[in-house]
Every structure is written in structure tokens, then in C-alpha cells.
């Protein structure tokens, strides 16, 4: 590193909607604000067919619709959004030192904004036939599945708005739920009711094993924990939404402290344990995973990131 | 430069939306394939990239000969248009 380094009031890793939210507050401040995005801008929410629970919406609006809004409201004041990785970052005192894909930067600050992905089964089949009908991502994969059987794995939020948006394709859904009942939200599941038709909801099931045929997913077994029962669905694909794990991976070995599950541990100004980090959304230990709590946190780790800038300036 | 770039895509996929952010950003025009108004070629996407998931980019060369890239995968797709 030299003088001649780039040098940022702040670099945002992540532009999902904390991210975004955060640098629409920075750079109204005239903080000069650059995020990295390693994948979709807009995070989960870009991927999610519908956003029903996002205040000032009353009709709600597609994911990718919000995605856009918050970009473009960000962009507007100048934030700066690369397509880029942030792979390394490290505390040279009053400066931070952030490797890249594109190269080296240096901030004065850095927001940590990675959010969160889907979460695997781990079973026999599931790598074997990834993207060959295991899939992660109802919005990009659905179409291929028109008028073919599928089942889709999980009981919160994402497992059955998902769902929802594939009967607009398949002609028939097995819903693998392993609780006795869903987590997923009560207007959701009523949502969820009226497509009876095509959805069958099979709870306390955990899923076992999926199985092909000449590179197709044929196949998938459970286990009714309550009937103590094997079953089989002869299906064409399944969906996964089990879950979320926190994109911390290149946080492995640093400084930053995280919790037990990969979380960043923040203090009450959201800032990590390195002096001059914050971390905000779904990737900060306690994050209640919502899109508005994302972008409330983005708006609070900007006001931190001011005021740490202030004595630093 | 490829001598052409095709991108199968779909109305609510995400990742469509970064491929084609990110070529328009490279410079490099594209045709795309939209599966959800072109169903009927959804057979030759899978037939081009032996997997049922967009984006599916693909990329002819100027000898013709053709990569396709699944997702939106920069460390294969900077590659594969250069």
C-alpha cells in the first residue's frame, strides 16, 4: 500500500438494503461512500418474488422492484456501487486496508453489510443435483418448471412465499415442513390456503435423500417423525429455503469478533471490534432478518459512521 | 471482443438482471432470450447449459467456437468475454 492508494470516507461491503440505506444516509452527508457487491445488488430481496411487509408499499412490489428503488434513491446522492468482492480486510490503525478483486482501497471507516444466503440440507443428492433440480432460487429457476411436480423444504417466511409464487408454474407442490406447524407469517399462510389445490403441506417431515435418474431428479424421500413413516415424492425438482447463514466467510482469521453461528457481534453503535467497522442487516448478530430492519440498522450504522468520522476527520 | 454474447433470462431473475448490468457496464452488447414471452426455446438453454437455471450466458468467439456460463459468475464470465 501507498499514499497513492485509493482512499474512502467509508467502503460498504454489500449492497443489499442495509447497505443501501446506509449510503443514501452517508452520502447526503457528503460522506464520500463506495460499496462492493459480489453479487445481486439489492441482496435477498432482489431474489424474492414478492415483498409484501415493507412499509410505505401498500400494495407491496416485486423484489427486484425494490432492489432498483433503493439503488437508484442511493445512487441519486452518490453512492458509488462496484461489482466487485471484498475478500480481506485489515486495521492499519486509523485506516482500514480492504483487498479486493479490483485491487487494494483504503477507507477511514467500513460498514459490513453481507447480509445472509440460503442454507443447504446437507443430503445425499442435493449437491449431485444442483441447478439439475435442486435449486435455491424460485424467481431465476421457477419457469422450467411448468406443469412438473416439485417439493419445496422449509416452513418460515421464504418457504412459503416461494412456494406461492411457484404454482404459478408447477402443478403440484409437496411442502416439507419439519415443525408440527410453520414459522412462517399468519397472512402468509392464510395466502398460502388458497392455493390448496395445488400445494399439499406434509409437517413434521423431515427431507432424507434425493434421487435421480440420468442427471434429473426423479425422487425425493422423508421421514414423518410423528407416524414414524418413510416417504417418497416422485417429483421433477426441489426448493430449498431452510434458512439463512451469514456471509462472514471472508471474515475467517480477522479481527472481527462473530458469534457462534458466523454473525458479527456488534456494540450498541453497531460497531464490530475493530474500531472504525460496523456491521448492519442480516449479517449482524441479532438481526431479526427483515427488509425494513435491514435498511432501519443501514440508517443507524450511517449515523454511527458519522459521528466516528467527526474526531477522525 | 466475443463476436457475440446471448442471455437466456427470465422476468424475476436477479442474477439476469446483474449479467446484463454488468456486460452493459464492460461495454459488450448482448441479445437476450427472455424464457417467460420465449418459452419455446427454454429446451435450448437447457440443451446449451445441462442445467435448468438463469442466467445462462452465452458467449461465441470470433472462431466460433462458443462458452457458456451459468449464473452470474464473474470469475467465469470477465474470462469468457475477453
Not at chain 1, 419439519?178 to 392455493?195: M, P, T, Y
Not at chain 1, 447463514?245 to 462473530?258: A, E, H, Q, R
Not at chain 2, 435448468?52 to 469468457?80: F, M, R
Request: proline residues 3%; contains cysteine.
Amino acid at each position: 500500500m501507498n499514499d497513492s492508494t485509493e482512499l474512502h470516507d467509508v467502503v460498504m461491503v454489500g449492497a443489499g438494503p442495509a447497505a443501501l440505506a446506509a449510503a443514501l444516509y452517508t452520502t447526503r452527508e457528503d460522506i464520500d461512500t463506495v460499496l462492493y457487491e459480489k453479487g445481486v445488488i439489492g441482496g435477498l430481496a432482489a431474489i424474492t418474488d414478492w415483498v409484501d411487509n415493507y412499509p410505505g408499499f401498500p400494495d407491496g412490489l416485486a423484489g427486484l422492484e425494490l432492489a432498483d428503488k433503493l439503488q437508484k434513491q442511493a445512487e441519486r446522492f452518490g453512492a458509488d456501487i462496484r461489482l466487485g468482492e471484498v475478500q480481506k480486510i485489515t486495521n492499519t490503525g486509523n485506516l482500514k486496508e480492504i483487498e479486493t478483486t479490483d485491487g487494494l482501497v483504503r477507507a477511514k471507516t467500513v460498514l459490513i453489510a453481507t447480509g445472509s444466503d440460503y442454507k443447504k440440507l446437507g443430503i445425499p443428492g442435493e449437491e449431485e443435483y444442483y441447478a439439475r433440480g435442486v435449486h435455491y432460487c424460485a424467481t431465476c429457476d421457477g419457469a422450467f418448471y411448468r406443469d412438473k411436480k416439485i417439493v419445496v423444504v422449509g416452513g418460515g417466511n421464504s418457504a412459503v412465499q416461494e412456494s406461492i409464487f411457484l404454482t404459478k408454474f408447477a402443478s403440484h407442490i409437496d411442502l416439507l415442513v419439519r415443525g408440527d406447524s410453520f414459522r412462517a407469517s399468519e397472512i402468509l399462510q392464510q395466502e398460502l390456503k388458497k392455493h390448496s389445490d395445488k400445494v399439499t403441506v406434509h409437517f413434521n417431515t423431515s427431507t432424507e435423500r434425493i434421487i435421480g435418474k440420468e442427471g434429473k431428479v426423479t425422487e425425493v424421500q422423508g421421514h414423518n417423525s410423528k407416524s414414524k413413516k418413510e416417504l417418497s415424492f416422485a417429483v421433477d425438482g426441489v426448493f430449498v429455503f431452510i434458512g439463512l447463514l451469514p456471509n462472514t466467510g471472508f471474515l475467517k482469521g480477522s479481527d472481527i469478533d462473530l458469534d457462534d453461528i458466523g454473525m458479527i457481534k456488534t456494540n450498541e453503535s453497531l460497531e464490530t471490534s475493530m474500531s472504525g467497522v460496523f456491521a448492519a442487516g442480516d449479517v449482524r448478530s441479532g438481526a431479526t432478518m427483515q427488509i425494513a430492519s435491514a435498511t432501519g440498522e443501514g440508517a443507524t450504522a450511517a449515523l454511527m459512521i458519522r459521528k466516528y468520522l467527526e474526531p477522525h476527520a | 471482443m466475443p463476436k457475440n454474447i446471448t442471455i437466456f433470462t427470465t422476468n424475476t431473475c436477479g442474477y439476469c438482471v446483474m449479467v446484463k448490468k454488468w456486460l452493459s457496464a464492460k461495454g459488450h452488447a448482448y441479445e437476450e432470450v427472455n424464457l417467460d414471452t420465449d418459452p419455446i426455446r427454454q429446451q435450448e438453454a437447457i440443451a446449451l447449459s445441462g442445467q435448468l437455471s438463469v442466467p445462462i450466458t452465452v458467449v461465441t468467439k470470433q472462431d466460433d467456437t462458443q462458452e457458456v456460463v451459468v449464473g452470474y459468475n464473474l470469475a467465469k464470465l470477465a474470462p469468457a468475454v475477453s
